[in-house]
């Protein structure tokens, strides 16, 4: 058998070359993009290969780095779920990667590439080291250059305040949430005795209830922060949008899912049988964010804020599948509980390619209209046709629609749901339809807010000069969108050859091998794994769907053909010609959404018109509609104002009296002489 | 293999041929029942012939995704409705998908039905689109929660099984979950094939339209297709309806006799069903559009009461 090690470790030293090469051509940006991000590529690419080998091998493989200090030992460590993880990263990395050739052309001479190439590499380096850490120690250390390889990529384009504080917000929030990590990491380490991951999961089993719950909800929290589940979301759609459109592609793509690597890892390798509310707190969290997710996300007409908020809401879609995992587990229910595990992980691939390609999208959008603003965008399917298809490929993929990824990892979400209320028969039951329903009321906003996104983006007439003069992105940024869309077709309709993937992984968490089980039909479809249970196939589908064109085709073929075609002007309503203001905005379409849940959003809304003689004629008006983010106003804001507060009563100790000093000083030397000897 | 092909073919006819049928039916009731006398059965037949012979015109502000909408919007419901038990308990492409695939191709045509509106750049497009989108996911989670509480019952989402499982029990649609499950997928059936009193499908007037305002700028053979793709997909919704909560006489299989049979107890169940709507759209006036929410938060509480009442009794 060949060792997964060799090519993994030759991956990251050529990230490693490729953080290299961006430091040395700080001052020749174009040998610097080129260099880096050849080199990223590169690494990708190795690291794709490693992943599919470890993926194909099925067991896992540890193996530590040659220059270990005593305590603290730098294993790493490839299973099936780090392996996947991997995939995952690999594909968008290289992607990426191409895109970036091209993308960051246009920023040579104004910002410096060596650096970004620099701290993009040193991001792909730590994710892939995240993914494959043994020891809690190391992985930390990797989180941690993660964190800072990202706040750096953020604040990229730091002359803008905004970004400031958005990058600042990102630190802070991302360090709170590796404060409570290493709180869960220690306290499992002390009862482990080491910092082993091997260790760990009969360290938890050992533990007594309530710690082992304590343990639990710090690493749901933890590892909550970086996956974005609302309430701890706020720096999410902050810090995505304001950095660079290929970095927000990463951040969203993969850098989130390290929050869903972490719980995989937590959930289903350290802990042996979690407790039956554990699993309803992450299903709740996940119907939550999920909700919560797209009806902020619809507000937005900041494309890239918009695409923000879906992460939030896909990560809720995730940890529906999460929490049924858990429960499923917590009621001894191994086959089920694989089932769920698959639906999450499913949805994980798929969501990190599509909101990759759409982050790369908005980015070429970005590139050639200068504004982030939908209302300001329009008409672009004309003038940048391979953008739109490929964005269009991702709105569909993202909003579920049949036959695309989208769809299949949310169709198995629902089967597990579905399967859920059988399982058992206490009140918790009650929970799988009721979280069923909400995903599907999710996913009908999803498609309302992505027909705005795109509608009003690229469709009609556009709404502004940039917009009018918008020239379609080079190639290389095509190819980067091109391959992420094939890969939502290929994960869509080739979704009974992807789901063998899935074998090793269940293997591994629970010990029955449930992916290849669901495929039926003689490889056609995916069954729901019950015995008489429904069954879907998307290659089915597409088939269907280009055989029955013949229906139409026939019709065209008698009457179509000779039947005149003439192009007019779109109806007006009388008035002198159609222009960009007689559209709808985006405000406008999801207006009903706004009113009917005021509640939620509790719109404001200023109207002034000015007028000279009468006021059925103005002459101008000013519109102005804000939606409360409740969240910052009802619990950040009054927290922070209470950390200033403490901050300030915390001051006067500080009287700057160096007898009071000198007595804290004593009173903390007794303090801690009693703990000693107590302890 | 050369049997489901036949099926397939065979139920794809019926679909197209039954489908502006019901359509006409529904027209011509509603006309009696408000004393007039309204045109003849067969007049949605005329309406497509004659649109499709007509001659187009395509706004100069549409892309390519103006012309190819109706396309993916008939495809879709199409092979949606090949996916719901018609004549039998079985269906031709069970395997390829049971209820959520018709509830998510019905959506992908709806959701390319609202971009077309959009890409006409003009503002009743997108005051349709707005609309439809709107109420769709407003009604998706009624849909599904009824959806689930008679998939439960079956313990599949093969159309085919829920089909089997209700044809196990004749009188199970009395059960109080499934009468509740079938009033909310009946609020559900209004909403989605823009009937009153949510839509008005016999309206132009600006303010209140939705399913029209979207097609405004569509003629010809493309307005063909999506009149006829609507009724289609009305048609999928009332026979998903008739046949999961109430298969009776439904043959088990397709066969030359039994199919006749079943087609026999699909049109008279039809009937019954459309003359249930008829009474609706013809006793209530169209709601305003923000009293729409109301209506189907009843739908979603009666579904709630269907799942609940499911395990209850």
């Known amino acids: ?679 | 293999m050369m049997g489901a092909l036949l099926e397939t073919i065979a139920q794809a006819l019926l679909l197209l041929g039954v489908a502006p049928l019901v359509t006409g039916f529904i027209r011509t009731m509603k006309a009696r029942l408000q004393m007039r006398r309204g045109p003849g059965v067969l007049q949605p037949y005329y309406e497509i012939y004659k649109l499709l012979r007509k001659e187009m015109v395509i706004p100069d502000t549409a892309s390519w995704l103006f012309p190819a909408t109706p396309y993916v919007l008939f495809l879709s419901t199409l092979l949606a409705g090949l996916m719901v038990p018609m004549v039998s308990a079985g269906t031709p492409l069970g395997l390829f998908g049971g209820v959520l695939a018709v509830v998510y191709l019905l959506g992908l045509g709806r959701f390319f039905l609202a971009l077309g509106g959009l890409d006409t750049g003009s503002s009743f497009g997108g005051l349709g689109s707005s609309r439809e989108m709107t109420i769709s996911a407003l009604a998706e989670p009624t849909l599904m929660l009824a959806v689930f509480t008679v998939a439960i019952g079956a313990g599949s989402t093969s159309l085919a099984q829920m089909v089997q499982a209700a044809i196990g029990q004749q009188w199970r649609f009395l059960a109080p979950s499934q009468m509740l499950a079938f009033a909310a997928l009946f609020i559900v059936l209004i909403a989605e094939t823009g009937r009153i009193p949510v839509d008005n499908p016999a309206t132009h007037l600006e303010l209140t339209m939705i399913h029209e305002a979207m097609i405004l700028e569509y003629s010809g053979p493309y307005l063909a297709l999506i009149e006829w793709a609507a009724s289609i997909k009305q048609l999928v919704l009332m026979t998903l309806l008739i046949n999961v909560f109430w298969p009776f006489g439904l043959p088990a299989s397709w066969s030359g006799a039994g199919a006749l049979t079943g087609l026999a107890y699909l049109s008279l169940k039809l009937a019954l069903l459309s003359s249930v709507i008829v009474v609706v759209e013809t006793t209530n006036a169209k709601m305003r559009l923000f009293r729409v929410p109301e209506l189907m938060a009843v739908g979603f509480t009666l579904a709630a009461l269907a799942l609940v009442s499911s395990f209850l009794f």
């Open chain 1, 1 to 679: 058998m060949a060792h997964i090690s060799g090519p993994l470790t030759a991956g990251v030293i050529v990230y490693l070359a490729g953080a290299a090469a961006g430091l040395a051509g700080m001052r020749a940006p174009r040998r610097a993009r080129f260099a880096s991000f050849a080199l990223a590529l590169a690494g990708a690419l190795i690291e794709i290969g490693a992943s599919v080998a470890a993926l194909a091998k099925g067991a896992a493989e540890t193996w530590a780095l040659p220059f270990g200090v005593p305590l603290f030992s730098w294993t790493l460590r490839v299973n099936p779920l780090s392996a996947y993880f991997n995939l995952a990263l690999g594909v968008l990395a290289a992607a990426v990667s191409i895109y970036s050739f091209g993308y960051l052309r246009g920023m040579e001479g104004r910002r410096n590439i060596g650096v970004l190439g620099f701290f993009y590499n040193l991001l792909l380096l730590s994710l892939t080291l995240v993914f494959t850490a043994a020891n809690a120690f190391f992985f930390l250390l990797a989180w941690e250059v993660m964190a800072l390889a990202g706040y750096c990529l953020v604040s990229f384009e730091h002359e803008k305040e905004e970004t400031r504080r958005a990058g600042m917000l990102f630190l802070i929030m991302s360090h709170a949430g590796t404060g409570l990590l290493l709180i869960a990491f220690l306290l499992l380490g002390s009862a482990a005795g080491t910092l082993d991951f091997a260790a760990f999961r009969a360290a938890a089993s050992a533990l007594p209830p309530w710690e082992r719950g304590t343990v639990f909800l710090l690493f749901f929290l933890g590892f909550g922060v970086k996956a974005g589940i609302i309430p701890i979301h706020v720096w999410l759609p902050a810090a995505h949008p304001v950095a660079p459109s290929n970095i927000s592609a990463l951040m969203s793509g993969i850098v989130i899912k390290t929050g869903i690597y972490g719980m995989a890892l937590v959930f289903f390798e350290f802990f042996d049988a979690p407790p039956v509310w554990a699993g309803l707190i992450v299903i709740a969290a996940g119907v939550i964010s999920a909700l919560l997710g797209v009806l902020y996300a619809l507000m937005e007409h900041d494309l890239k804020r918009l695409l923000a908020y879906h992460s939030i809401e896909n990560i809720g879609i995730i940890l529906i599948g999460f929490g049924a995992a858990l429960l499923f587990r917590a009621l001894e229910q191994p086959y089920l509980a694989a089932i769920a595990l698959i639906a999450a992980l499913y949805h994980t691939m798929n969501h990190a390619i599509f909101k990759s390609l759409l982050f790369l999208g908005a980015g070429s959008v970005l590139d050639r209209t200068h504004t982030r603003n939908m209302e300001e965008m329009g008409g672009l399917i004309r003038r940048m046709p391979v953008t739109a298809a490929c964005f269009l490929t991702g709105a569909i993929a993202i909003s579920g629609l049949p036959p695309l990824n989208g769809f299949v990892s949310e169709w198995l979400t629902y089967q597990a749901l579905l399967a859920g209320f059988g399982s058992t028969q206490a009140l918790t039951r009650v929970v799988f339809p009721i979280a069923g329903a909400m995903l599907s009321l999710t996913a009908a906003l999803a498609a309302a807010c992505f027909v705005k996104a795109f509608g009003i983006s690229f469709l009609a007439l556009p709404r502004s000069e940039h917009a009018a003069a918008a020239t379609e992105s080079c190639r290389s940024m095509q190819a980067g969108m091109a391959i992420l869309a094939a890969a939502c077709f290929v994960l869509g309709l080739g979704a009974t050859w992807f789901i063998r993937i899935f074998d090793p992984l269940t293997t591994q968490a629970f010990g029955v091998e449930a992916g290849s089980a669901l495929v039926a039909g003689g490889g056609w479809a995916l069954s729901s794994g019950a015995p008489s249970g429904g069954t879907i196939s998307t290659s089915g589908i597409a088939m269907m769907l280009v055989l029955l064109s013949a229906v139409p085709g026939l019709f065209w073929l008698a009457w179509g053909r000779s039947a005149r075609r003439a192009t007019g002007p779109t109806w007006d309503c009388g008035l002198p010609g159609l222009t960009a203001e007689n559209e709808y905005t985006a405000t406008g379409f999801s207006k009903p959404i706004r009113m009917i849940f005021a509640a939620l959003y509790r719109p404001r809304r200023e109207i002034q018109a000015e007028y000279e003689v009468s006021p059925y004629y103005p002459k101008a008006i000013h519109f102005e509609s804000e939606v409360e983010s409740a969240f910052e106003k009802h619990f950040y804001d009054p927290l922070r104002d209470w950390i200033y507060q403490m901050a300030r009563r915390a001051r006067t100790l500080q009287a700057g009296s160096i007898h009071a000093y000198l007595a804290y000083i004593f009173v903390a030397l007794i303090a801690l002489l009693l703990f000693g000897v107590r302890g």
